[in-house]
């Protein structure tokens, strides 16, 4: 049974969680990455009564010795890696803390890195043609007034995305990057916006199994056809 | 039975044809529509030995009233259109005839505007929330020099698709525009390179069945989570 | 003296006009070239009066003939010519007639195949290295809703002048496209929208003489420093 | 006499000496900030002896209290400011040190956001309708394999400065991103390359003069005409 490790997990009810429970219908032993190990619990507990496999890992994905132990821990037979990390980051410039800004980046971009370096070394040492994918946003294609600092993280790690997809095609190691382009219909809106319901009613939100199949769709492309990008939006959206 | 249409079907073994083909495989009437009847024969007839559903229609792509005249045939139930036409036209801008560039727009994006308003017209007037899917390439996105004819023609198609996309997106109708990047391992290469095995064996030709999936996941999408654009490249391209 | 030669000219106070004016203001020889004789006259006068140089040529841009009589017209020296033809052409695909879908590309990027060849082969034939510019759009980089015809045909030059700036730039000859991100404060609005004054006040719209300025800027550039593309667009615009 | 101030001064020749010697040409008193005090002497010297006004200011441009010293330094006046700073940092992902991915965004990107921070507040303070623009490379649009650390701060840098510059363009504050594709002819290269002189002569490596002269170009810019972004390329350059 191949692995498969997706870090940035929250809710059950939002990307990440669902990412987890939809690869692990498909077959592999799932490891559920994250800082909370309660959230991680119950996305694991959801998968393991699905009948399918999955860990918990508690990870701070801007430690690089965290992710090196979590990558050990894994051991052989990774084969898929996503990194769902790194939440919007509102904010005017001028009123901007430095270590906002700097935390924006560290968690959106620079966990990234570590990453992608870790999950590189493991496809290239066991020889795996892997899969590694990134959650990126429309934030990651433009500068927009009020989002400095998630639009420079997303900026950041989609064009990182596009040098390591380079980088590593010729190892056979599929790199792709998702541009998720509005709100999601998971726990994380629905905690934090009153009209939650209105907007899941109008179909506002995204659909987030849907978002699971893109992903999954990436995965089981070969190498003859590799998709790096594509973009994820409701009818409704403005773009 | 729901009915599918794709204009620009060549050679069996091309986009168009793998895609007529791998639609039927999805439970479609597939309408199977080109320039040459013979052509098209060979795809219907192979559809049929499949046990599945198509009929081939002569049309010129360019001609509004055969496009019409297209879309009367099919009758009721259309709901997945794909609009595959408009080959490479190489050539430097100061040796090319305006015959030459203007053929190259009427196919590659004139024939697309005719088709669009006449599909668009169908998924409305039966409230169908269709399909809509353009082929476009890498030179749909920039200018190179020798394909300033191709680039253009793809570049007006791309941004027309992009604009009906956002315009019927209230209607439920979702429309797409894959980045086909590098060559196809099929037959008009075939015929065109003498390398061309050497080019499959090596990698560095595009499998059209990987395509005609990025098609089919693209239909499949439901509205609360479109893709707009996606690209599509073998991991040995240089982009 | 040298000489200049502006496509798509229309009244005076319009960038067309400007254009002609400010480079006649550089001491080049002007050729004002447009549809409409009493348009060209006016502006010609006006060049004269400010004691430069200008001759009006009437020409129909997606006309052959007419744009290599008018470049036979020239004579030797053309040193700087601009492509200023495209007007906006709103309306949705179903309601559009194709013949005004085709016009748009016609004089939006036909009319600018036609010109470029003729204008590359004579600096070409002079070995004059020299300048070549478009009127682009924000249009050019994306569709829109209501806008389909305007952003292909928009679409189409940007991309045919990326590849005819690659293609000549061992030529020494520049090619350039300025991204015209909104309304001009020009004659054009002027008789087209009630609120003008209001816009112009409020700082809504682009100021011309500001935009000819980036053109000339752009022509003053040397081989070892070219700009392609540039954007322009008032602190109004929300982008 | 207004102020204006280039962070990011290596050498004399190169694009932020000669950004401050041009400015300091255009009668404003310029304030030279970079890490090496004798590097700004020879600036601020070779300014001088032209009749200007310049003064040194060492700085980290990542030490936030380095740059609110810099900016209480220089006092009321200021109206011009460049970010330039951001050394390519090439290197594959796999052999990357953290510490170098991380200096290359700290230099390359949030050093930015602490120089625009306090620039903006300035401006917004003395109400000064004030420039502040930021040097971009090739690197700023695309990640490339090797320069995946140089690609992702430039691609931060990029979104952080199209963030800043619809932020404040309700307050007259002009932001621009000049792309500057390709090596310039300027001390940096000359001390690296062995094959410098002939470069130089074959016209492959960007003028830093005619580079300045676009930075005086989007300064000049009033606010009815803004350009956020130019790219600048020698006639050679492969793009």
């Keep these: 049974m191949k692995k498969a490790l ?10 990440g969680g ?35 496999k999955a860990k918990p890992i508690v990870v701070d994905t801007t430690d690089e010795n965290q992710i090196k132990n979590m990558i050990k821990e894994i051991g052989s037979g990774l084969d898929f890696a996503v990194y769902n990390v790194g939440n919007n980051t509102p904010g005017k410039i001028i009123d901007m803390e430095p270590s906002y800004f700097r935390q924006s980046w560290e968690s959106g971009c620079f966990g990234g890195f570590l990453f992608a370096k870790e999950v590189i070394k493991v496809f290239l040492k066991e020889n795996t043609a892997g899969t ?12 927009k007034s009020n989002f400095g ?4 993280s997303k900026g950041a790690l989609r064009n990182l995305a596009q040098a390591i997809a380079k980088e590593y095609a010729e190892n056979s ?4 990057h998702v541009i998720v382009d509005g709100g999601l ?13 209105e907007r899941v ?9 849907s978002v699971t199949d893109a992903y999954m769709f990436l995965y089981n492309q070969n190498k003859n056809a ?13 773009w």
């Design 185 to 197: 219909a998971g726990d994380r809106l629905k905690h934090r916006v009153s009209d939650f319901d």
């Design 173 to 176: 190691i599929h790199v792709g």
């Design 149 to 152: 600092a998630f639009n420079s």
């Design 6 to 15: 997706v870090i940035g997990v929250g809710p059950l009810n939002g990307l």
């Design 226 to 238: 590799w998709t790096f990008e594509l973009d994820i939006r409701t009818s409704k959206e403005n």
């Design 18 to 52: 669902q990412l987890c429970k939809k690869i692990a219908q498909n077959n592999f032993e799932v490891f559920v990455a994250g800082r909370t190990i309660k959230s991680l619990n119950i996305v694991v507990e959801n998968i393991r009564q699905d009948g399918n």
């Design 132 to 143: 590694l994918l990134f959650t990126g946003a429309s934030a990651s294609l433009r500068g």
């Design 201 to 209: 009613k109008d179909g506002k939100l995204i659909d987030i199994e």
